[in-house]
C-alpha cells in the first residue's frame, strides 16, 4: 500500500452516486470514443464535483488523455475521431450541434505536460485569452494579469520582468505561466494533463499547492502518472483501465479500501 504521508482527507466522502445537480461540474454519460475503428473508452459514466479536484490514474494508454480531451473537445481536432454519449455542462450537452467549441474552451481551459508558453513577452502570454476577446482597455488587462499571475503563484517572481520574453522564464515558472494563462479568462473548469510530469520536484511540489489553491474558485481535473500525487492534491480519484472505468471514489477510499482488485493491483504497483 502507498503511503499518504499527511494529506489525508478528513471531510465526509462525497457520495458520487446521488451527486445533486448543483454539485455537479459535469456529468459524463456513456462516452464512447473511437479513433477510427479503434475503441478507446468503454462506456465512461461519471459525474464531477463542482470545487474538487479529481485526478484520473491508470496505466499509460488507459484513455485518461483521450478522456480529458473529449471534455473541451480537443479531440474533434484529431481526424477519424467518433465520440458518441455525452457530457453535460450547467445542463447543456457539450456535444450537441448547437454548441459553440470557442465558447466552450473558454468555459474549459485545459493545460498540457510540457509548458508551452508562446513567443511573446509574460504579460503578452497571460493576457492573450483577453486580447482574443478583443479587450483593450489597459486597465482591465493590467488588472486580469495580476489577478491571473497572483492566483498562479508567480507575481511576486516576474512582476518586474513582465515584458520580458516567456521563454527567459524556468521551467516551472514557464508552467505556472500557463496556468496562468488559463485562469485569466476565468474559466469553470481547468484541465491538467500530467500538469507537472516534466519539471523538478521543488516546482512539482509549488504546483500541487497552486491546485490545492485552485479549487477554491474552480473544478480542477487531473490526469496523473503519479499515485502519491494524485493522493497529495486530489479530493477524489477515478481508476482506467484499458478504456473502462474501473473504480471512481473519493481519494482516501480508493487508496486506502479498493473495492475492485483491478485498482488494488495497481495501487500496491502489481502492473502499470
Ligand atoms: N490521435 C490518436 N490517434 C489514434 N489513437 C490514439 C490517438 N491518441 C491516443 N490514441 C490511442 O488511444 C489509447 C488511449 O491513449 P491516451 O493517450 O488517452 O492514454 P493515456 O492514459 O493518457 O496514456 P499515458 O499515460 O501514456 O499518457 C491508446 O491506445 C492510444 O494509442
Ligand atoms: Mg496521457
Avoid at 495580476?146 to 503563484?153: G, P
Avoid at 502518472?225 to 481519494?251: C, I, P, W
Wanted: net charge neutral.
Amino acid at each position: 500500500m502507498i503511503s499518504l504521508g499527511s494529506h489525508l482527507h478528513s471531510s465526509n466522502p462525497l457520495d458520487l452516486s446521488s451527486l445533486p445537480d448543483d454539485q455537479t461540474a459535469l456529468s459524463i454519460r456513456n462516452l464512447n470514443l473511437y479513433y477510427d475503428t479503434n475503441q478507446v473508452l468503454f462506456n465512461i459514466t461519471m459525474r464531477i464535483p463542482k470545487g474538487k479536484v479529481t485526478a484520473f490514474i491508470g496505466p499509460s494508454g488507459c484513455g485518461k488523455s483521450t478522456l480529458l480531451r473529449c471534455i473541451n473537445r480537443m479531440n474533434d481536432l484529431v481526424e477519424g475521431t467518433r465520440v458518441s454519449g455525452e457530457i453535460i455542462l450547467q445542463g447543456q450537452n457539450i456535444y450537441a450541434p448547437e454548441v459553440e467549441v470557442p465558447v466552450l474552451r473558454r468555459r474549459i481551459g485545459m493545460v498540457f505536460q510540457r509548458p508551452n508558453p508562446f513567443p511573446k513577452s509574460i504579460y503578452e502570454n497571460v493576457i492573450y485569452g483577453l486580447r482574443l476577446q478583443r479587450i483593450k482597455d489597459r486597465r482591465i488587462l493590467d488588472e486580469a494579469l495580476e489577478n491571473a499571475l497572483r492566483s498562479a503563484a508567480l507575481w511576486n517572481e516576474v512582476k518586474d520582468r513582465l515584458h520580458e520574453s516567456a521563454f527567459g522564464l524556468s521551467s516551472g515558472q514557464q508552467q505556472r505561466l500557463v496556468i496562468a494563462r488559463a485562469i485569466a479568462i476565468e474559466p469553470e473548469i481547468l484541465l491538467l494533463d500530467e500538469p507537472t510530469s516534466a519539471l523538478d520536484p521543488i516546482s512539482t511540489l509549488t504546483i500541487e499547492e497552486l491546485i490545492n489553491d485552485l479549487k477554491r474558485k474552480y473544478t480542477v481535473l487531473i490526469v496523473t502518472h503519479n499515485m502519491q500525487q494524485s493522493a497529495r492534491v486530489s479530493d477524489l480519484t477515478a481508476f482506467f483501465n484499458q478504456g473502462k472505468l474501473v473504480e471512481y471514489a473519493d481519494t482516501d477510499t480508493l487508496f486506502t479500501t479498493p473495492k475492485s482488485k483491478q485498482t488494488e493491483d495497481y495501487i500496491t504497483g502489481r502492473y502499470g
